[in-house]
């Protein structure tokens, strides 16, 4: 079971068929990640087996749904900071960079690292960190927000969702 990687752009230029020539970032999200999704969503070994072929062990421990290397970020019961960490893969035709922009949940500060990511080849990868740091409870709701990685070209918006049970 092989997926192809998962694109995330709000680009009007990139919605269009054409555009999906030169995408900017993808988030790479394959087989193995949607086997660690499944697993925890605590997917027995007879389940996977059926979505697989073949018999598939969990890891132990399992990988926080927020770890996964998807566009979007959810924290649930948060309850401390919290570092994430993603990769994006550049599909693009020339050297570009890349600058991190926040749209901030309430109560959280959020810290991109490194905050401008430069590419200078099709199918290069980099990897940054997402630092949350929480300062006001969001009294059993979600708090929205996002980061979003603007070249001037490109706009490719992570959306945020986090639940802030104490700081």
């Known amino acids: 079971m092989e997926l192809r990687p998962r694109l995330l752009?709000?680009?009007p230029d990139t919605l269009a068929p054409l555009g999906a020539l030169?995408?900017?970032l993808v988030y790479d999200f394959n087989s193995h990640d949607i086997i660690n999704f499944l697993c925890s969503t605590e997917a027995s070994p007879a389940q996977l087996k059926n979505l697989t072929g073949e018999l598939v062990h969990c890891k132990n421990p399992l990988t926080p749904s927020y770890n996964f290397n998807y566009?979007?970020?959810g924290v649930a019961n948060m309850n401390r900071s919290l570092s994430l960490y993603r990769t994006v893969t550049y599909y693009g035709k020339d050297?570009?960079?890349y600058v991190a922009s926040i749209d901030y949940p309430?109560?959280?500060e959020v810290k991109v690292t490194p905050a401008k990511l430069k590419f200078t080849k099709v199918g290069e990868k980099k990897f940054f960190k997402v630092d949350f740091i929480p300062f006001k409870n969001s009294n059993g709701s979600f708090v929205f927000g996002s980061l979003t990685w603007s070249s001037g070209?490109?706009?490719v918006r992570s959306p945020i969702g986090l639940n802030v049970v104490s700081v």
């Open 9 to 11: 752009t709000t680009d």
């Open 22 to 24: 030169n995408p900017g």
């Open 71 to 73: 566009p979007s970020i």
């Open 95 to 97: 050297p570009i960079v």
């Open 106 to 108: 309430i109560g959280v």
């Open 153 to 155: 070209i490109h706009r």
